[in-house]
C-alpha cells in the first residue's frame, strides 16, 4: 500500500511537470489527459472513490476536448499570416 | 514588464516564500496517521441520521448542503459566462452545416466509428443516469454523473455527424436543464422554510437504509444537480464545437 | 514517504506557477493553472486519509468500520467539477481574444504596442 500510493504521487508530479512543459497545446492535451488519469489512480488509492470518479470524467475526457475544440477553433479563425510571423510547425 | 524582468521578479518571490512552504511541508503530520475530528463525526452520525450510506453525498447535499449550492451556482455562473463569451461574436444564430475546417473537408466517418457510438452513446447516457441516481447508495452522485451524461452527448456527436447532433440535442433543452436543475436546488431549500425549518433543513422523510430514496431531501437536490450538470456540460459541449465551425457565406456570424 | 504527499502537492502548485510565468501561449497557461489546481486535490486528499480504513461509503461495509475522512472529499469533488467550467470559460475568453487580436501569446499582446 505504502509503496502503491508513493509510486502513484511520483506518477502525478511526473505527468504534472509534463503538462507544463509540454509548451505546444496539442501535445499538452494528451499530457493533460494523462495527469488525470493519474490523478484519478491516486484518488482511488486514497480510498476516494466518489473524486476518482470526478476525477476520471472531466480531467480525461471533458476538459481535454474542450482544449481539443478550442484548438481546432483556433486553426481555424487564424488571422491572414502576417509577414514576420513564424511558420507554424506541424499545423 | 519584460520578460526577464517577470523572471527576476518571479524568482525572487519563490525564493522568498520557499523557506515557508518547505517548512510547512516539515511540519505537516505523516500521512495517513493523525486525527480527523469532522470525518470521524460524520462518519458515526450520519448514517444513522440521515439513513445514506454514501457519507459524501451525505456531506454534499445535506450537512454541507448550503456550501454545495453555493458551488452550483458557480457552476452556473462560470457556464452562462463562456456561453456569453462565444455567442457574443457568433451570434445567437445556429447552422447545419456539417462541420468544415478550412479548405480541408472533413474525412466521412468509418462504419467502426459509427457502429461503436451506437452501441456506447446509449448505454454511457443510461449509466450516467444510474450514477446520479444511486448517489445515496454508492459512489457516484449528482457531478460525476452529470458529467458522464454531458460527455456522453458528445459521443452522439461523433458518431451520428453534425446534423443528427444538433437535431437530437436541442440547445433549448440543455438550457432547461442547466437553469431548471440550479432552480429544483434552491427552490427545495424554500420548500423546507415553508415548514418553519431553516433554508434547506431535511424535512422529508428519511426512508429505508439502502433504498434509492433514502436520505429525505438528498435525492431531491442530488437529481437537480444531476440536471444541471448534464446540461452545463452539454452546453459547453455544444458552444465549443460550435466554434470549430467556418460560417457559411451569408450566415450570420 | 511522510512528507511525500505535502511535497507533491507543493511540487505541483511549484512547477504550475512557473508555467504560467514562461507560458507564451494562452491555451498553455490555463493548463498549467490546472496543474496548480490538482495540488490542492493532493494535498486535501492526503489530510483526509488514513492508514487501514476504507471509503467513506457503506454501502458493503457495515457502518462503524473505519473510513477515511468524506468532508475533504466532498470539497475536492465539487470543485474538480466547477473548476472544469471554469477553464471553459477561461478558454472561451482565450478563443474570443485570439478572433479579436489574432494571437494568443502575452507577450504580443500588451496594450501599448497596439
Redesign the interface.
Known amino acids: ?2 509503496a502503491l ?2 509510486g502513484l ?2 506518477l ?2 511526473a505527468t ?2 509534463g ?3 509540454s ?3 496539442e501535445r ?2 494528451m ?2 489527459a494523462a ?1 488525470g488519469l493519474a ?1 484519478a489512480l ?2 482511488a488509492a ?6 476518482a ?3 476520471l ?3 480525461t ?3 481535454p ?3 481539443l ?11 491572414e499570416e ?1 509577414p514576420g510571423d513564424r511558420p507554424e510547425k506541424g499545423a | 514588464m519584460s520578460r526577464r524582468a517577470r523572471g527576476i521578479l518571479a524568482a525572487i518571490a519563490a525564493l522568498a516564500l520557499a523557506p515557508g512552504a518547505l517548512a510547512v511541508v516539515r511540519a505537516m503530520p505523516p ?1 495517513g496517521d493523525h486525527p480527523l475530528p469532522y470525518g470521524d463525526a460524520v462518519n458515526r452520525v450520519a448514517p444513522a441520521e440521515r439513513a445514506v450510506s ?1 457519507m ?2 451525505a456531506v454534499n447535499f445535506d450537512l454541507r448542503g448550503f456550501d454545495t449550492l453555493g458551488e452550483e451556482v458557480m457552476l452556473l455562473a462560470a457556464v452562462v459566462g463562456a456561453v456569453v463569451v462565444l455567442r457574443g461574436a457568433r451570434g445567437e444564430g445556429v447552422g447545419d452545416r456539417p462541420a468544415r ?2 479548405s480541408r473537408p472533413i474525412p466521412p466517418r468509418s462504419d467502426a466509428v459509427v457502429l461503436l457510438c451506437r452501441m456506447t452513446a446509449p448505454l454511457t447516457l443510461i449509466y450516467g443516469l444510474y ?1 446520479v441516481l444511486h448517489a445515496a447508495l454508492t ?3 449528482g ?2 454523473g452529470g ?2 451524461i ?2 456522453g452527448l ?1 459521443l452522439v456527436w461523433l458518431g451520428e455527424g453534425y446534423n443528427a447532433w444538433r437535431r437530437m440535442v436541442p440547445g433549448v433543452v440543455l438550457h432547461a436543464l442547466e437553469g431548471g436543475g440550479a432552480g429544483l436546488y434552491a427552490l427545495a431549500g424554500f420548500g423546507a422554510m415553508l415548514t418553519g425549518a431553516a433554508y434547506l433543513a431535511n424535512m422529508l422523510p428519511l426512508g429505508d437504509w439502502g433504498s434509492i430514496l433514502s436520505g429525505g431531501m438528498i435525492p431531491v437536490v442530488n437529481f437537480g444537480v444531476g440536471l444541471a450538470v448534464s446540461g452545463a ?1 452539454g452546453m ?2 455544444l458552444e ?2 460550435e ?4 460560417p457559411e457565406k451569408g450566415e450570420e456570424q | ?1 511522510s512528507a ?2 505535502w511535497s ?1 502537492a507543493l ?2 502548485f511549484a ?2 506557477f ?2 504560467m510565468i514562461t507560458s ?2 494562452y ?2 497557461l ?3 493553472l ?2 496548480m489546481q ?2 490542492t ?2 494535498l486535501l ?2 489530510a ?2 488514513r ?1 487501514g ?5 457503506f454501502a458493503d461495509h457495515p457502518p462503524g468500520t473505519p ?2 475522512d468524506p468532508v475533504v ?1 466532498a470539497l ?2 465539487t470543485d ?2 466547477v ?2 467550467a471554469v ?2 470559460l477561461l ?1 472561451a475568453l ?2 474570443q481574444l ?2 479579436r487580436r ?1 494571437t ?1 501569446d502575452p507577450e504580443e499582446l500588451r496594450p501599448m504596442r497596439r
Not at chain 1, 486514497?46 to 473524486?51: E, G
Request: glycine share 10%.
Open positions: 500500500m505504502t500510493l508513493a504521487l511520483l502525478v508530479a504534472g511537470t503538462v507544463v512543459l509548451r505546444r497545446p499538452q492535451v499530457a493533460m495527469n490523478l491516486l484518488f486514497l480510498q476516494a472513490p466518489d473524486v470518479f470526478s476525477q470524467v472531466v480531467g475526457a471533458a476538459v476536448l474542450l482544449f475544440a478550442v484548438l481546432a477553433s483556433i486553426r481555424l479563425h487564424r488571422p502576417r | 500521512l454514501n459524501v453525498t475546417c478550412g450514477v459512489p457516484g452522485g457531478f460525476q458529467a458522464i454531458g460527455s458528445v456540460f459547453l459541449f465549443f464545437l466554434e470549430t465551425r467556418e | 514517504m511525500l504527499p507533491v511540487w505541483l512547477i504550475g512557473y508555467g507564451r501561449h491555451v498553455h490555463i493548463g498549467c490546472s496543474v490538482s495540488g486535490y493532493v486528499l492526503s483526509g486519509f492508514w480504513a476504507g471509503p467513506p461509503v473510513a477515511v472529499q475536492v469533488l474538480i467539477v473548476g472544469a477553464t471553459a478558454l482565450a478563443l485570439h478572433k489574432g494568443l
